[in-house]
């Protein structure tokens, strides 16, 4: 099947496979931020945007993205270099692992909720799994992160 899409502001057109799911579609164009961790969508390690929406790049067929923008990681470096400095500053990244799918999450939150309480955010980030952490340095760093421009 033919598959015409936009990776990181960057068009592609190519034949695939009307199995390949997104996710080895996006690794096969050099996103490897994209990481397959739990084989059932629910550790949020392959959480990339397609138009904007957080989704899971493993439980998407790549067909069902055509002619949508997708973004993952390496679209969004400068946004992640400053998360990602909240992260560490907090203790947050011990691993890294799981880093790629949070910081896209944390980055479609800032974009879609105005002003978010803990519960708030919590929710939306309950998708990302973390085996290093209790969670108690993501949510540090989260509200560090949105505290510096006085969005909560």
Same mark, same amino acid.
């Given at each position: 099947?033919?598959? @015409?899409? !936009? %990776?990181?502001? &960057?068009?592609?057109?190519?034949? =695939?496979? +009307?199995?390949? +799911? ?11 931020s994209?990481?397959? #961790? ?10 990339? !945007? ?5 989704v899971?790049?493993c439980? /998407?067929?790549?067909?069902? /993205?055509?002619?949508? &923008? =997708? ?13 990602? @400095?909240?992260?560490?500053?907090? #203790? *947050?990244d ?15 939150? $800032? ?6 309480? $803990?519960? $708030? %955010?919590?929710?939306?980030?309950? #998708?990302?799994?973390?085996r290093?952490?209790?969670?108690v340095? @993501?949510?540090? *760093? ?6 510096? &421009?006085?969005? %909560?």
């Amino acid at each position: 099947m033919r598959l @015409h899409v !936009w %990776i990181n502001n &960057k068009e592609y057109t190519d034949e =695939i496979a +009307p199995d390949q +799911p997104l996710l080895e579609y996006l690794r096969s164009k050099g996103c490897y931020s994209v990481k397959r #961790g739990c084989e059932t969508s629910n550790c949020g390690l392959c959480t990339v !945007w397609v138009d904007e929406t957080p989704v899971l790049s493993c439980s /998407v067929l790549a067909v069902r /993205v055509q002619d949508k &923008k =997708i973004v993952t990681l390496e679209g969004l470096k400068k946004e992640a270099e400053e998360f990602a @400095h909240f992260m560490a500053a907090q #203790g *947050a990244d011990q691993c890294g692992y799981c880093n790629p799918g949070f910081v896209m999450n944390v980055l479609a939150m $800032e974009r879609e909720l105005k002003q978010p309480g $803990e519960e $708030e %955010i919590k929710e939306y980030l309950s #998708g990302n799994l973390c085996r290093c952490t209790g969670y108690v340095s @993501h949510l540090r *760093a989260v509200k560090a992160y949105l505290n510096r &421009k006085n969005i %909560i």
